[in-house]
């Protein structure tokens, strides 16, 4: 079916963008019938359009208002009988008809607010296209180039960018979703690419070592020109950290003893208190009097000299801990892992997981005490996997720092970005404070109600459609961008280290 192409001819007054109807020809695809209201619509489909294209209607009293497909139906009268008849090549008088339920938006009123429609549209108007102008008018997407961080482009919409305030981003903090293989450490990577342009200071916490290959510039393709973007690496602005130096090619990250206590040792060990914190605090007091730095093979030594036997699982744990090497006379100083306008990935690969969770902990402690005194500059962290340092379930050292810098970390400039791909097992009080929340493809049903939960505005075409979004397309909310938006992700102008290991 073709489409039709109208020319507007009206003396209604001028676009909302600009101009007059007279201006611009809108192509028509349908007409509305049945129950209409105010919120939602049916039309009988004419012309060319799909699942979550932008329409508009104009209405006599409010004027142009926009709509999305929200779902698309195929109605037929072949019932099971006539399948017989197919079957057998007989001849069978098949009717269809398209039908497409639309979810109003709105439009904007005089004074630039957006507001729905009180009095539905008249059963019969016609369902145009929208404009792209008038998308953006309504919807309030902005080129922000300035404090902006460009991420893609609205989904089918090629002539619409995508830019998320920077500002909005660390001081409300954003949520990254996806199921394994949807593209969220690609994302991940778009996102620290725009920060580095912005000369946004951040540190990431990375498990698998994927975010040092933002040193390293793409190779160039079609797609780069397509999006206006240029591959460039970031290696003078890229500072690796790792508990394993060698392992990982990176600086050492180490930590002191000296600002522990002996119970936060002891759950890092998962020891019980009640038997062993006696002993160890008394060894660590020992140490602190007769010294201002001290190793872990200090306490040790200390602990021999008891010749208590109850005390053998405790010096297992001191011995494993020790033979981690995270603890060192001289631990790594956080004016090293934050510099101003640059970023740092602290690279876990390899590192047992209570090890993880230490560095989790003590880095996040130290980054929100420091920003609320104002002796490091303004910065986002980046937490990967962050179901495995802030569980919904379970426990983990690193939680309650977490918890506490989602939400109050704002009030200090320190913004929190957190990655997962079970929503579900994120802690619920930190993920309710990410009010910027990008989405990829999801599955699990667990997973998907807690987005549901989670995501003002979303209906339940939107969610289905998260079900079904192709690699590199995300639904994004919060933030400057004040309604769920599927977005196109443009691509990364540095290599991809999240690819996954060809066994084949």
């Given amino acids: 079916m073709m489409d039709e192409v109208v020319e507007e001819k009206t003396s209604m007054g001028e676009l909302p963008h600009g101009g007059t109807y007279r201006d611009i020809k809108l192509r028509k695809v349908g007409i509305i019938y049945g129950d209409v209201g105010t919120t939602q619509f049916t039309f009988s489909v004419t012309g060319n359009v799909e699942q979550g294209d932008y329409v508009q209607v104009h209405s006599e009293k409010f004027g142009w208002v926009l709509g999305r497909v929200d779902e698309i139906t195929r109605k037929t009268n072949l019932g099971i009988e006539k399948t017989y008849d197919l079957l057998q090549g007989n001849p069978v008088d098949v009717q269809e008809r398209i039908s497409a339920t639309v979810v109003v938006?709105?439009?904007?009123?005089?004074?630039?607010?957006?507001?729905?429609?009180?009095?539905?549209?008249?059963?019969?108007?016609?369902?145009?296209?929208?404009?792209?102008?008038?998308?953006?008018?309504?919807?309030?997407?902005?080129d922000i180039k300035k404090t902006g961080a460009y991420i893609g482009r609205l989904f089918r919409y090629p002539g619409i960018p995508i830019y998320l305030d920077i500002n909005a981003m660390v001081q409300k903090h954003v949520s990254i979703l996806a199921k394994t293989g949807a593209g969220k450490s690609y994302l991940t990577g778009v996102l620290l690419e725009e920060?580095?342009?912005?000369?946004?200071?951040?540190?990431?916490?990375?498990?698998?070592?994927?975010y040092s290959s933002l040193r390293y510039a793409a190779q160039k393709s079609k797609i780069h020109d397509d999006f206006g973007v240029k591959p460039r690496g970031y290696a003078s602005k890229i500072k690796i950290f790792s508990p394993d130096s060698q392992l990982n090619q990176a600086k050492p990250l180490k930590f002191t003893l000296a600002s522990m206590s002996p119970r936060e040792l002891l759950n890092l060990?998962?020891?019980?208190?009640?038997?062993?914190?006696?002993?160890?605090?008394?060894?660590?007091?020992?140490?602190?009097?007769?010294?201002?730095?001290?190793?872990?093979?200090?306490?040790?030594?200390?602990?021999?000299?008891?010749?208590?036997?109850?005390?053998?699982?405790?010096?297992?744990?001191?011995?494993?801990?020790?033979?981690?090497?995270?603890?060192?006379?001289?631990?790594?100083?956080?004016?090293?892992?934050?510099?101003?306008?640059?970023?740092?990935?602290?690279?876990?690969?390899?590192?047992?997981?209570?090890?993880?969770?230490?560095?989790?902990?003590?880095?996040?402690?130290?980054?929100?005490?420091?920003?609320?005194?104002?002796k490091i500059p303004p910065l986002m962290l980046v937490v990967e996997e962050a179901h495995n340092y802030a569980p919904q379930q379970g426990r983990s050292s690193a939680t309650k720092i977490l918890r506490?810098?989602?939400?109050?970390?704002?009030?200090?400039?320190?913004?929190?970005?957190?990655?997962?791909?079970?929503?579900?097992?994120?802690?619920?009080?930190?993920?309710?404070?990410?009010?910027?929340?990008?989405?990829?493809?999801?599955?699990?049903?667990?997973?998907?109600?807690?987005?549901?939960?989670?995501?003002?505005?979303?209906?339940?075409?939107?969610?289905?459609?998260?079900?079904?979004?192709?690699?590199?397309?995300?639904?994004?909310?919060?933030?400057?961008?004040?309604?769920?938006?599927?977005?196109?992700?443009?691509?990364?102008?540095?290599?991809?280290?999240?690819?996954?290991?060809?066994?084949?």
């Fill in 105 to 142: 938006i709105g439009y904007r009123d005089k004074k630039g607010l957006l507001q729905y429609p009180r009095v539905p549209f008249r059963v019969g108007s016609i369902v145009y296209l929208a404009e792209d102008r008038f998308i953006k008018k309504v919807i309030g997407i902005e």
């Fill in 195 to 210: 920060l580095l342009k912005h000369n946004v200071t951040a540190v990431v916490i990375d498990p698998h070592g994927e």
């Fill in 269 to 374: 060990m998962n020891l019980d208190a009640r038997q062993f914190l006696i002993p160890l605090r008394k060894a660590m007091d020992l140490l602190k009097i007769s010294r201002k730095f001290f190793t872990i093979r200090d306490i040790i030594n200390i602990l021999e000299t008891e010749e208590n036997n109850s005390l053998a699982p405790l010096m297992a744990q001191l011995e494993y801990l020790d033979e981690m090497g995270i603890f060192d006379l001289k631990g790594t100083r956080i004016d090293e892992i934050v510099v101003k306008g640059k970023l740092t990935t602290i690279n876990l690969r390899g590192i047992p997981p209570d090890i993880q969770e230490l560095v989790v902990q003590r880095l996040s402690m130290a980054l929100f005490e420091l920003r609320k005194r104002g």
């Fill in 404 to 504: 506490t810098i989602a939400s109050e970390g704002r009030k200090f400039g320190l913004g929190l970005c957190i990655i997962s791909q079970r929503p579900a097992k994120v802690d619920k009080n930190i993920l309710s404070q990410c009010n910027t929340q990008i989405i990829l493809k999801v599955t699990n049903p667990n997973d998907l109600k807690a987005i549901g939960n989670s995501v003002e505005g979303l209906t339940k075409g939107s969610l289905e459609e998260i079900q079904r979004l192709p690699v590199g397309v995300a639904l994004v909310t919060g933030g400057n961008i004040s309604m769920p938006l599927f977005v196109e992700i443009r691509p990364r102008e540095t290599r991809h280290g999240g690819e996954s290991v060809r066994v084949i």
